[in-house]
């Protein structure tokens, strides 16, 4: 197997260590803590990575804050401008507010009603416009042409691929010895960062990329050998609903990914539900991406007798969808 640095790949382990510089202090060290009942189920040691017990409730505050720490005063004089399912909007919100930025963020108008108010409660300025993030990506262009504010891309960025590949560094620091780990993509930022970090430190660790059924653009993409788009229906996964993957993230996933699985709604909604009648942990949808995929059986061949990392992206769900998956599954029982 090649080195990773034979591959002149845009994001460098560097990049990853100079982002954990950056932030620690201002990041937690979230828990990487064994789940018995996934390792029963699944014949792997499985390990939950629980970001979303990160700031905000998910990943995605790593990638925002390194960014907004690395622009340069002129682009900090001109207020920040991003577009976001959520979890990237609240994660710009809550770093723009610690590092004295004014900021202003485009969501989609079906963005659950939880991340919308915990965005706005950090004091950023959000429009809502659309009925998908693309909707939303396109005019946050349109007025970002017409007010000069800086963006920060949700994915498709340097400093933001780096900051989530702090998670790869996080989880090495507990399992040297991790086999596996499983991630959930959307624009591919994460995995990006994640398969750097790990795959700079040990090219035979596998990284598993899991996508909805639903809303795959980046294993579309990764499929096609070019990026394409892909979109079928809306997602429970609403924040990993990209239907087109970046250009440097499609550039990494292609090198570094071993494999990317889809799973169904049906497939998220047990996860779901398992995670918090078995785990105690609270996910949103796109947070119960891979151990979806690890209950589907989907990833078998890369789970049984290895240790495994499971990322539990986010926890920023309404009330109201835990309430429907509960009534799915229990609905008698609550009657």
């Known amino acids: 197997m090649s080195s990773i640095s034979e591959k002149n790949l845009s994001l460098t382990i560097k990049d990853i260590k100079n982002a954990r510089e950056i932030l620690s ?42 960014k907004i720490k690395n622009l340069n005063l002129e682009e900090k004089k001109h207020g920040i401008i991003a577009c976001s399912a959520g979890n990237h909007a609240q994660g710009i ?60 891309h949700p994915f498709d960025d340097l400093y933001v691929m780096a900051g989530q590949g702090t998670i790869g560094l996080e989880i090495l620091d507990e399992l040297w010895d991790v086999d596996t780990v499983i991630v959930p993509i959307g624009g591919g930022g994460m995995i990006a960062g994640i398969a750097v970090a790990l795959k700079s430190f040990n090219p035979s660790i ?45 550039e990494i996933v292609k090198e570094l990914v071993d494999d990317i699985v889809i799973v169904s709604e049906d497939e998220l909604e047990v996860a779901m539900k398992d995670l918090l009648q078995r785990g105690k942990v609270v996910v949103e949808g796109a947070g119960a991406l891979a151990t979806a995929a690890l209950l589907s059986g989907k990833v078998e061949r890369y789970v049984k007798d290895k240790k495994v990392v499971a990322i539990i992206s986010g926890g920023n769900v309404d009330l109201e969808r835990i309430s429907s998956v509960c009534e799915h599954f229990f609905g008698n029982e609550i009657k």
């Open 25 to 66: 202090g201002n990041v937690r060290t979230t828990p990487l803590v064994k789940s018995f009942y996934m390792t029963a189920k699944t014949g792997g040691e499985v390990y939950l990575k629980l970001e979303n017990m990160q700031l905000t409730g998910s990943f995605k505050f790593r990638g925002a804050y390194n």
């Open 93 to 152: 919100a809550l770093s723009s507010k610690l590092l004295n930025v004014k900021s202003k963020i485009v969501m989609p108008a079906t963005a659950p009603r939880a991340k919308v108010e915990a965005t706005e409660g950090y004091g950023s300025n959000i429009i809502l416009y659309g009925e998908t993030f693309d909707d939303a990506k396109e005019e946050c262009a349109r007025i970002r042409s017409e007010t000069g504010e800086t963006f920060i």
């Open 206 to 250: 596998q990284i598993i990329g899991v996508q909805a059924e639903n809303v795959h653009g980046m294993k579309a993409s990764v499929d096609a050998g070019e990026i394409v788009s892909h979109y079928v229906a809306p997602t429970i996964a609403d924040g990993c609903a990209v239907k087109v993957p970046g250009k440097m993230t499609f």
